[in-house]
């Protein structure tokens, strides 16, 4: 199994990015992709999920409202499209494909299969 993520880098304050993953090697339909991020000298924190069928996402009380999670069967593919970046939003973000229940689906330890992580930095 593999999962790549990409599309970070360095924006200012109030610009959009798009972060997409890649998965291979397991039937993305059935599971429900997650993405984490951990700022530098803090934990890796929960972001967005979104389950089978993309119906369900759920977020960070941080990012909500200005974060979107998606994700295309098809392409085997889960994108976060980010707004309104503030500078706290900068860490690596990491993309996570797992089976997790309802009431385990903020925590790191329900994803089986994790990407490299890609860098977004907000800053002017």
């Known amino acids: 199994v593999q999962l790549q993520a990409s599309g970070g880098g360095l924006v200012q304050p109030g610009d959009s990015l798009r972060l997409s993953c890649a998965a291979s090697?397991?039937?993305?339909?059935?599971?429900?992709m997650a993405w984490f991020r951990q700022a530098p000298g803090k934990e890796r924190e929960f972001v967005a999920s979104?389950?089978?069928?993309?119906?369900?996402?759920y977020y960070s009380g941080s990012v909500k409202g200005r974060f979107a999670i998606s994700r295309d069967n098809a392409k085997n593919t889960v994108y976060l499209q980010m707004n309104s970046l503030k500078p706290e939003d900068t860490a690596v973000y990491y993309c996570?494909?797992?089976?997790?229940?309802?009431?385990?689906?903020?925590?790191?330890?329900?994803?089986?299969?994790w990407g490299q992580g890609t860098q977004v930095t907000v800053s002017s």
């Open positions: 979104a389950r089978w069928t993309g119906d369900n996402t």
């Open positions: 996570a494909a797992g089976t997790p229940i309802t009431s385990t689906l903020m925590n790191q330890s329900a994803y089986r299969y």
């Open positions: 090697g397991l039937t993305f339909s059935r599971y429900a």
